[in-house]
């Protein structure tokens, strides 16, 4: 079973704790708790970012945004190098960067636009459903990005900050490189919080040395398991199947799984019209060499209490957790050479 990092206790966190240390008090495991997008959209901005970080966007881009990409499955958040001056107002040009997360179609996308502008006419839709603009060019690699925004939650500035710090000692220059800080990714109770791209995965309480091996598991196309929460283009209880499989197997690719939801007997791709309902969810995980599993995964609202950011009431803990996984008979490969797109 996914408890991920240590078994609960029946007490709760102390009132007045710091989101992350209530969180880590509880106990609370990170497998399933990925914020959930197909596509992420990421500007260099490295201006001052307040709560709404795209509200320092001009000309209410920001709203606009917000607007366009809603229901879309792309989640936009601004970015800069941890070393870069701060700027006190936006110029152009400005750097981009667009991935599309699902395992097997995993992509990523980097360029220049002369003016922020050029963003209102993308379709977000579109976008979410991997049909990428004409834009940049495609870059090898990951693009790692830590959220640091203070303003959204104190925890993320206090503890990713240092991190950062250290990660600049740790690695050579072409690695910084690919090393962002960035605003409000979801879940600062798990800071410092991370997530790589193309891939989608994202990585909570992270050191410098967790975050150093997630990079260089990167490097090699693998996703480490230090402190995984899941894959954004997957629901809850799929990022949890993935995760319990990838635990099961062990060095498995990025995209060597692909995680599917039963439907009446029938594994289909996660989507508006198949999301998961319920208290208990059966996913299928195949493997692209042709072993696959069935995963049963299940919710569970736990005894102990935690706030989902600093200063908010405090709530249940609910979790979803792998208990059940068998191996099942091998799917039949057809013409792709990667898994099923989800």
Not at 115 to 137: E, H, K, M, T, Y
Not at 168 to 195: D, K, Q, V, W, Y
Not at 241 to 264: F, P, Q, S, T
Request: hydrophobic residues 40%.
């Amino acid at each position: 079973m996914v408890t991920d990092r240590g078994a609960a206790t029946s007490a709760s966190a102390e009132p007045g704790l710091a989101c992350s240390d209530a969180s880590a008090v509880a106990h609370e495991p990170l497998a399933g708790t990925a914020p959930q997008a197909t596509a992420w959209l990421v500007i260099e901005q490295p201006t001052s970012w307040g709560s709404d970080a795209l509200d320092c966007l001009p000309d209410d881009l920001g709203a606009y945004l917000t607007q366009a990409s809603a229901g879309s499955g792309v989640r936009i958040v601004l970015a800069r190098r941890p070393t870069a001056p701060r700027q006190r107002a936006i110029t152009d040009p400005v750097r981009v960067w667009l991935a599309h997360t699902p395992a097997g179609d995993a992509r990523l996308l980097a360029g220049t636009v002369t003016s922020l502008d050029v963003l209102r006419d993308w379709s977000f839709p579109d976008i979410g459903r991997g049909s990428l603009p004409a834009f940049g060019a495609p870059i090898a690699g990951d693009l790692h990005l830590m959220c640091t925004n203070g303003r959204r939650d104190a925890c993320c500035a206090r503890l990713a900050r240092p991190v950062l710090n250290e990660l600049n000692e740790l690695n050579e220059l072409n690695e910084r490189e690919s090393i962002l800080e960035c605003s409000h990714l979801g879940g600062h109770r798990f800071a410092p919080t991370m997530l790589s791209l193309p891939g989608g995965y994202v990585h909570g309480r992270v050191s410098a040395a967790g975050a150093a091996s997630v990079i260089a598991a990167s490097r090699h196309g693998q996703v480490s398991m230090l402190g995984l929460r899941g894959r954004t283009s997957l629901p809850a209880p799929l990022q949890v199947a993935d995760l319990v499989v990838r635990e099961h197997v062990g060095n498995c690719g990025r995209d060597d799984l692909d995680v599917l939801i039963e439907r009446d007997g029938i594994a289909v791709p996660p989507g508006p019209s198949s999301e998961p309902v319920g208290e208990e969810i059966r996913a299928q995980v195949r493997h692209r060499d042709g072993r696959a599993w069935s995963v049963t995964v299940i919710h569970r609202v736990r005894g102990e209490h935690r706030p989902m950011s600093c200063g908010a009431r405090a709530e249940a803990l609910s979790t979803w957790e792998a208990a059940q996984v068998v191996a099942i008979p091998g799917w039949q490969h057809d013409a792709r050479p990667g898994p099923t797109q989800a």
